[in-house]
C-alpha cells in the first residue's frame, strides 16, 4: 500500500524497543516537525484555500500527536531532551532541485511529506507488531492508522497541483527510488526514521 521500495529492516525493532526513551523523544519532535511542515505549507500557499483547510486540520492532529508522545515520555520518568538532526529528511529534501515555480516547489514539497508520512507509518506498523511492551505496541498501531491517511493526503494533494498526474507520479517514483538508497545506510539506530 505504501509503495515504499525498500523496507525497513525487522531488527530495528529490536533496536527501538532496547532505546524506547531514545525512540520516543525522537518521536515527539517527529511530530512536532510534523505540525510545522503543515503550518509553513499554510503560510507559504495562502492562495490553495483547500491545502490550507487540510493543513490546519493536520496541524492541529500533529501537535495532539506530540502530546501523546510527550505524555508516553512523562509517564514513564523520561524527560524530552533535545531535537536532533534527521539525516533521512535532510537526504530526502536534497533530492529536487532548488528553484523553479512556486507550483514546482509546492508538489516536491507535497511528495517529500507524503514519504516521510509513509516512512512513519512503515515504522509505527513495525513498533506496533514486534514490542513486548503492549501499551506501546497499540499506542502505535493507532498513530499507523492516522499517519497512513496523512500520506495519501498529500499525494493526492501532489497530483491536484502537479503540472499532470504522469509527471507527479514520475517524480513519486523517483523519490521513492532515491529514498530506497538512502534507507540501505539507515535503520540501525534508535531514531524513528534512522
Given at each position: 500500500m505504501l509503495g515504499l521500495k525498500l523496507p525497513t529492516d525487522p531488527r530495528w525493532a529490536d533496536i527501538a524497543e532496547k532505546n524506547i526513551e531514545e525512540i520516543?523523544?525522537?518521536h515527539a519532535y517527529c511530530e512536532q516537525k510534523a505540525?510545522?511542515?503543515?503550518?509553513?505549507?499554510?503560510v507559504t500557499y495562502p492562495e490553495y484555500s483547500e491545502l490550507v483547510t487540510a493543513m490546519t486540520a493536520l496541524a492541529r492532529e500533529?501537535?495532539?500527536?506530540?502530546?501523546?508522545v510527550h505524555d508516553k515520555?512523562?509517564?514513564r520518568g523520561y524527560q524530552m531532551g533535545w531535537d536532533r538532526k534527521d539525516d533521512y529528511v535532510i537526504a530526502l529534501r536534497d533530492f529536487f532541485p532548488k528553484g523553479g515555480?512556486?507550483?514546482t516547489q509546492l508538489v516536491h514539497r507535497l511528495l517529500i511529506?507524503?514519504?516521510i508520512e509513509a516512512r512513519s507509518c512503515e515504522r509505527f506498523?513495525?513498533?506496533?507488531?514486534?514490542?513486548?511492551?503492549?501499551?506501546l505496541a497499540k499506542f502505535y498501531k493507532d498513530l499507523m492508522i492516522s499517519e497512513a491517511n496523512h500520506y495519501t493526503m498529500f499525494l493526492k494533494f501532489a497530483r491536484k497541483f502537479g503540472e499532470s498526474r504522469e509527471i507527479v507520479d514520475q517524480k513519486w517514483q523517483d523519490?521513492?527510488?532515491?529514498?530506497?538508497?538512502i534507507m540501505k545506510d539507515l535503520g540501525n539506530k534508535e531514531s524513528i526514521h534512522g
Open positions: 520516543l523523544v525522537d505540525a510545522s511542515t503543515a503550518i509553513s505549507l499554510i500533529e501537535m495532539g500527536h506530540f502530546k501523546m515520555i512523562l509517564q515555480s512556486r507550483a511529506a507524503g514519504l506498523r513495525l513498533l506496533s507488531e514486534q514490542l513486548q511492551d503492549q501499551e523519490l521513492l527510488e532515491f529514498e530506497a538508497s
